[in-house]
């Protein structure tokens, strides 16, 4: 059995805003498939994260702060539920679906130390996780393909069903989905690769992808800068 076909694990969050130093998660979910079309297993927490909601993040996931202050849980038993669900699945070596992995990673990482003084590599205790993004795969994969990449934009270009967006769990089980699809449709070109061979071609590629944008935003004159670091983004002494 191929690996897109094969045990895959899937991990979303929706947060507070997009900034992963300083930004909170309000909500999460792990979804889990034993193989292609199998019914998939799903674990979700909603987060109090203790700071107020701005009101456009609100815009996109629907999530207030009355409605995560009355059902949401304290960040730290959360942050650590979410960390060793990540580990056992390292631990088994199955391999982890996420969606824009450096931004999802560092962000829990970022919790992580804020209110378990600790780290995701602490959690994972020497085991390494198998990443799987379908951003960086399809950007690779069909690099020439023109228009717009986020998650809804693969699932069309996949045919995926995408019910609720921004929502973590359907997220998590589109990006698993799109994942799979990219497997297919490349077969030829990522069947012989194992997941633990292709995590480490992602690096790669994800890294001359952020050249490539970095030097077009410098061409059009913009400041912004693009992180060549994947799947996690290494930590800044003000997260520490």
């Known amino acids: 059995m191929c690996w897109f076909e094969g045990p895959l694990a899937a991990f979303d969050t929706e947060t507070t805003g997009v900034d992963v ?16 079309g199998a019914h998939p297993i799903v674990t979700s927490w909603l987060v109090d994260p ?23 849980r304290w960040p730290a038993p959360v942050m650590e539920e979410l960390a060793r669900a990540l580990a056992g699945h390292a631990a088994r070596n199955t391999p982890l679906v996420v969606m824009n992995a450096p931004f999802d990673l560092t962000l ?7 209110h378990r003084a600790s780290t995701l590599a602490d959690y994972l205790g020497g085991a390494a996780l198998c990443v799987l ?6 950007k690779h994969l069909d690099r020439y393909r023109k228009g ?17 967006a921004h929502d973590a ?30 995590h480490t ?22 400041e912004e800068r693009c992180d060549p670091a994947w799947p996690l983004r ?3 002494p003000a997260a520490a």
Do not use: K
């Open 50 to 72: 203790g700071v107020p909601v701005p009101p456009e993040a609100t815009a996109i996931h629907g999530l207030t702060d009355g409605h995560l202050q009355r059902n949401g």
């Open 108 to 114: 829990l990482d970022r919790e992580l130390r804020r």
């Open 169 to 198: 769990t359907s997220d998590a089980l589109a990006s698993m989905e799109v994942v799979r699809a990219v497997g297919r449709r490349f077969a030829e070109r990522l069947e012989r690769l194992s997941p633990a061979e292709l």
């Open 133 to 138: 993004d379908p951003w960086v795969l399809d």
């Open 234 to 236: 290494p930590s800044l």
């Open 148 to 164: 717009r990449r986020t998650l809804s934009d693969l699932c069309a270009q996949y045919g995926v069903e995408l019910t609720g």
């Open 21 to 36: 130093e300083h930004d909170r998660i309000v909500s999460a979910a792990v979804v889990v498939q034993s193989e292609s």
């Open 201 to 222: 071609r992602q690096a790669v590629w994800h890294a001359a992808q952020a050249r490539g944008l970095q030097a077009w935003f410098a061409r059009n004159g913009s």
